[in-house]
T-cell receptor
Framework: SAVISQKPSRDICQRGTSLTIQCQVD?????MFWYRQQPGQSLTLIAT?????????ESGFVIDKFPISRPNLTFSTLTVSNMSPEDSSIYLCSVRSGQRQETQYFGPGTRLLVL | KQEVTQIPAALSVPEGENLVLNCSFTDSAIYNLQWFRQDPGKGLTSLLLIQSSQREQTSGRLNASLDKSSGRSTLYIAASQPGDSATYLCAVTDSWGKLQFGAGTQVVVTP
């Protein structure tokens, strides 16, 4: 299994500002995933972060808006840039672990409210 | 494009009743299917993972079935307890290795 922590757990931000979310895993993992869960909706994958290379973004998400860092095998950050109220969501970090790297584990999430 | 649907969106049952949660997906070319539980402020917890070649998985009071050909999975929770109150999400791993989530079923078990 994998234990994941995220900081901050929640924040209230003003539009136009940026927020960096940290994700720490208790074991080394190859890939880390960032998801967004908008109010009342399911999870949507933002990007996949590999250590030592640029993140791979899903359709509808761009690096300028959601820059990601992956400095080592246990840590990643996601920045939500130039925020607007539409960015109000829960942001979750996730990794795959287990014998066949199939079970997906999630952090507790960062609840963001943009005013 | 894979679409994952969960019905019902919300469910309320008295304690002791069995819970039946449904998940359907449009593309049967899945690698596996996972059921998660989401509690407020606690992220997601993986409950069961079913390989595409399997028909069911069991863990304690939980049993999940998979019918890949018809694009359906069902999560059964026996003898429900108030602590089972949460949102339950199903997700399929597609051929690209990515998880596609359903919108979830919000469950309330009343004492």
């Amino acid at each position: 299994s994998a234990v994941i922590s995220q900081k901050p757990s929640r924040d209230i931000c003003q539009r136009g500002t940026s927020l960096t979310i940290q994700c720490q895993v208790d074991s080394q993992v190859t890939m880390m995933f960032w998801y967004r869960q908008q109010p009342g909706q399911s999870l949507t994958l933002i990007a996949t972060a590999n250590q030592g290379s640029e993140a791979t973004y899903e359709s509808g998400f761009v690096i300028d808006k959601f820059p990601i860092s992956r400095p080592n095998l246990t840590f990643s950050t996601l920045t939500v840039s130039n925020m607007s109220p539409e960015d109000s969501s829960i942001y979750l970090c996730s990794v795959r672990s287990g014998q066949r790297q199939e079970t997906q584990y999630f952090g507790p999430g960062t609840r963001l409210l943009v005013l | 494009k894979q679409e994952v649907t969960q019905i019902p969106a919300a469910l309320s049952v008295p304690e002791g009743e069995n819970l039946v949660l449904n998940c359907s997906f449009t593309d049967s070319a899945i690698y596996n299917l996972q059921w998660f539980r989401q509690d407020p402020g606690k992220g997601l917890t993986s409950l069961l993972l079913i390989q595409s070649s399997q028909r069911e998985q069991t863990s304690g009071r939980l049993n999940a079935s998979l019918d890949k050909s018809s694009g359906r999975s069902t999560l059964y929770i026996a003898a429900s307890q108030p602590g089972d109150s949460a949102t339950y999400l199903c997700a399929v791993t597609d051929s690209w290795g990515k998880l596609q989530f359903g919108a979830g079923t919000q469950v309330v078990v009343t004492p």
